[in-house]
């Protein structure tokens, strides 16, 4: 499977696996995230400052842009956040061209180029950039040789510097459209609302809580805010005449991310306007190998960012022009703690891990050095499965090295899962169903067990607070852990063979003749009533319920009644959550006896002959054929 299309933030992990040399993995994943906030600013700041030439306005911008939410909103995706290219490159662009330095334009392409590192999303956007840049420079030097000279300089640089990702995709042109569509018709459009609402930050959270209703699915963003002071400040700036020509350019290149961020049709206030096709849409429809590729159309708020700066410095210009008060440091350090203030996204660690507490600990990792220490070539099968799940276990393969059997790889193609659907085991899994040999034939189990230990595969990691996982749990009741913490079982593949008793237990044998009659759908029509059935024992009757639940599709209730250790009667139903007791049972209009008398006589078990029989009478016999009787 060709992994084109797989986006590698090889600056990211470059940094966390440097900084893991001295500091706690917890330590340097939150300090490597820091680093990208400051990067981010200080590359926004290097590009203000020449632009401005004033360092108090360029440090303003460069806290709009680096501080804003989509970028400190994103711990769990550096690669988003990472968005430190795109003012470098349109600096050198752009000085370069201003000065005649093609070594600048030169770095300009390499850095374009280079972006490929991080995502493909931030590649295009700041191709886009570039293209409206050299439209807008055109209009007054369309007649300079020296800039023509400098945008083929620039266009063959950024070929060669991005050649080794776009080749590899043109050569997979054949998937190109599986990889577009992944996500199908599914669209993450973004609500218009979001960008006056900081949906994340503590001040704006009662007005979110009294209009939630307003909002619907994931079109409600948290990292769309734009922030009411630099708009203020916009404004100021396009009403003063000596800003307002040098602002326009900017402001529709910010207004052209911002409008695509919308999606396809507007939303405004929870309010879905179909009919509204926003540009898109028709942009989709005429390159969808690009625009239709950002299935989340949040990813082009990384070409608003750099625009929105600028135009804020524009008006914090414009206000010292008509204030010389606001030049002064002091006034600029409160503007842009206000701006902090709007901005403010409180940490959501539980992002990083699908639940619990989600903090970044050691012990979480412990499991790993366990894994280090046995004997064998390291295989894994990370249970539950799921995209989220995965994304985990990527971070775990990266530290540890260990291969595992489902990876999450963007634009996942649907033939990637074939060998996951081709074995009994995994394919079970993958649907969030529980399988061992005590819930389906013992031969096909040690079949698919008998293939995963074929293939290499060593051991079974349960991660017990994870998505899904009360799914699968019943996999593992009758295999003891080579491993358990908190957070982890760890089975070694050959010990789940070796959990399997050699003969079919007692409690399968009555699952299997119980389930097998009631999947028998005319046995008693569309009559209603509650089937009764009396396991032999507890452990039956437990088997016998989870076998029902997870696998058996039978459209009427079920009531086990046994007898426990201390001669108590225990009754238990199908509906997992449905409690009811043995008094229950008489306010039912009708009960019908289910029994398979050569296997498993109801009548010779306790709860029957000492507890049953005198609390209820026969009234006919429904239903007699092939050893199964039903009364009524």
């Known amino acids: 499977m060709s992994l084109a299309f797989h986006p590698f933030f090889i600056p990211h992990i470059i940094m966390v696996n440097g900084l893991g040399n001295f500091l706690p993995l917890s330590n340097a994943f939150s300090l490597g995230f820091l680093l990208i906030i400051v990067l981010c600013a200080f590359s926004a700041y290097a590009y203000l400052v020449w632009l401005f030439n004033d360092k108090w306005v360029a440090l303003f911008g460069a806290v709009v842009f680096g501080f804003s939410p989509h970028v400190v909103g994103h711990p769990n995706h550096p690669e988003i956040a990472f968005i430190a290219t795109i003012p470098l490159a349109l600096y050198c662009f752009h000085r370069g061209t201003i000065e005649n330095r093609r070594v600048l334009v030169t770095l300009a392409g390499l850095l374009a180029g280079l972006t490929t590192v991080v995502t493909m999303y931030m590649f295009i956007c700041l191709i886009i950039m570039l293209g409206l840049f050299i439209s807008a420079l055109a209009k007054s030097r369309w007649r300079d040789k020296g800039f023509w000279l400098n945008v083929t300089l620039l266009v063959v640089t950024v070929s060669l510097s991005s050649s080794w990702r776009i080749y590899p995709m043109l050569a997979s042109s054949d998937s190109i459209g599986e990889t577009v569509n992944w996500h199908g018709e599914e669209e993450i459009a973004t609500d218009a609302i979001s960008y006056f609402v900081n949906h994340s930050n503590p001040l704006f959270s009662r007005i979110v809580e009294s209009n939630s209703r307003a909002f619907t699915g994931g079109q409600i963003s948290e990292t769309s805010y734009l922030g009411y002071l630099p708009l203020l400040l916009i404004a100021i700036g396009l009403l003063t005449t000596a800003t307002r020509r040098k602002m326009v350019p900017w402001a529709g290149l910010g207004a052209l991310f911002l409008i695509l961020r919308l999606g396809s049709h507007l939303v405004v206030y929870g309010a879905n306007f179909e009919e509204v096709l926003l540009p898109k849409y028709y942009l989709n429809q005429l390159l969808p190998e690009v625009f239709a590729s950002f299935w989340a159309a949040d990813h082009f708020m990384m070409g608003a960012l750099l625009p929105l700066s600028v135009l804020s410095c524009y008006g914090l210009v414009a206000l010292q022009k008509r204030f010389t008060s606001i030049a002064k440091p002091g006034v600029i350090l409160a503007l842009i703690a206000i701006v902090a203030l709007e901005y403010h996204i409180p940490v959501q660690t539980d992002r990083i891990f699908p639940v619990g507490d989600g903090a970044i600990s050691e012990q979480r990792f412990a499991f790993l050095e366990w894994l280090e220490q046995e004997d064998e070539e390291i295989r894994l099968i990370n249970l539950p499965m799921g995209r989220w799940n995965s994304k985990v276990y990527n971070l775990y393969q990266s530290l540890s090295g260990f291969p595992h059997a489902e990876g999450a790889i963007s634009r996942t193609p649907d033939s990637a899962f074939d060998y996951i ?212």
């Not at 046994?562 to 139903?573: P, V």
């Not at 009548?603 to 000492?610: G, M, V």
């Open 421 to 632: 659907r081709a074995n009994l085991l995994l394919n079970t899994w993958h649907q969030q169903q529980p399988i061992s040999c005590e819930l389906v034939e013992r031969e096909r189990y040690f079949t698919g067990l008998s293939q995963l230990q074929a293939d290499g595969f060593s051991h079974v990691v349960y991660h017990r607070e994870f998505l899904h996982a009360e799914l699968i749990k019943d996999s593992f009741r009758e295999a003891k852990p080579s491993y358990a913490d908190e957070f982890v079982w760890i089975f070694r593949v050959n010990y789940l063979r070796e959990s399997c008793t050699e003969e079919k237990s007692a409690n399968y044998e009555f699952t299997r003749a119980y389930a097998n009659a009631l999947a028998r759908g005319s046995i008693l029509d569309d009559r209603p009533g509650t089937v009764l059935v009396f396991p032999p024992t507890v452990r039956a009757a437990d088997h016998f319920l989870r076998y029902l639940h997870h696998f058996a599709d039978i459209d009427r209730s079920v009531v086990t009644i046994t007898s426990d250790e201390r001669a108590g009667i225990e009754t238990r139903h199908s509906d997992i959550n449905w409690a009811i007791s043995s008094g229950d049972l008489e306010a039912h209009a009708a009960l019908w006896l289910v029994n398979k008398p050569p296997e498993f006589e109801a009548e010779q078990t306790p709860a029957y002959q000492d507890w049953f029989k005198e609390r209820f009478h026969f009234c006919q016999r429904f239903f007699e054929d092939e050893g199964t009787t039903i009364d009524a």
